[in-house]
């Protein structure tokens, strides 16, 4: 079946530090990758998303690369701030009769001290 | 458009009640889904609707739970004879058609006590 790996938290940083927080994915097919962020007390939103092998998804200063050789997509950003402290969840679809399901790893809480 | 909407925020009931949760879509959305989430995991998909028509439905939906989407634009959600294992945040989604981004709504927090 699919499923997405990612890495454990918590992960504690210094507002400008570099982050990177890893995923790994299984998929039968070719899946489309996504990073969704959680704000407390609100619902998931898309961060940025990749749909093919080597596409780059990029939005507010964060990056992703669809790497199909590693099966990876792993987060990064140069230089984290405060705000961006959340919960981080990449995800894997893949398009089934039109339902194209998400597949969600654990999450990554990410805290960002100023 | 002010995205989508779950009600109520928040429930705590008794264990062995019966509870309804509401989730109205973007209204040009045709697509709906279920997901649950438990804490410190992510999401996990329960049911997809396409307009009326429930077209999945995880082994995870026991015969406990129920999803109706009647008139193709609100959804309910019901779990009969609620256990403590049902203690989750159910979260709902909408999208238009393939390829297309999902909305989330901010989810509904049940506590079964």
């Known amino acids: 079946g699919n499923s997405v790996t990612q890495m454990e938290g918590p992960v504690t940083l210094s507002e400008e530090a570099f982050l990177t927080i890893n995923c790994t994915y299984t998929a039968t097919g070719y899946p489309s990758l996504f990073w969704y962020v959680q704000y407390p007390g609100e619902g998931l939103q898309l961060l940025l998303k990749?749909?093919?092998?080597?596409d780059k998804g990029s939005n507010k200063g964060f990056e992703a690369t669809y790497r199909k050789e590693t099966t990876s997509f792993h987060l990064e950003k140069g230089s984290v701030q405060v705000s961006d402290s959340a919960v981080y969840f990449c995800a894997l679809s893949i398009s089934n009769f039109g339902n194209e399901k998400l597949t969600f790893g654990t999450g990554t809480r990410l805290t960002i001290i100023p | 458009d002010t995205g989508v909407s779950q009600n109520p925020r928040h429930k705590i009931t008794k264990r062995g009640q019966n509870v309804t949760f509401r989730c109205d879509p973007i209204s040009e959305h045709n697509r709906l889904y279920w997901y649950r989430q438990t804490l410190g995991q992510g999401p996990e998909f329960l049911t997809y609707f396409q307009n009326e028509a429930q077209l999945e439905k995880s082994r995870l939906l026991s015969d406990r739970f129920s999803a109706e989407r009647p008139k193709g634009s609100f959804s309910t959600l019901e779990i009969q004879r609620t256990e403590q294992g049902d203690s989750a945040m159910y979260l709902c989604a909408s999208r238009t058609g393939t390829g297309s981004d999902y909305t989330f709504g901010s989810g509904t927090r049940l506590t079964v006590v």
């Open positions: 990749a749909t093919k092998a080597d």
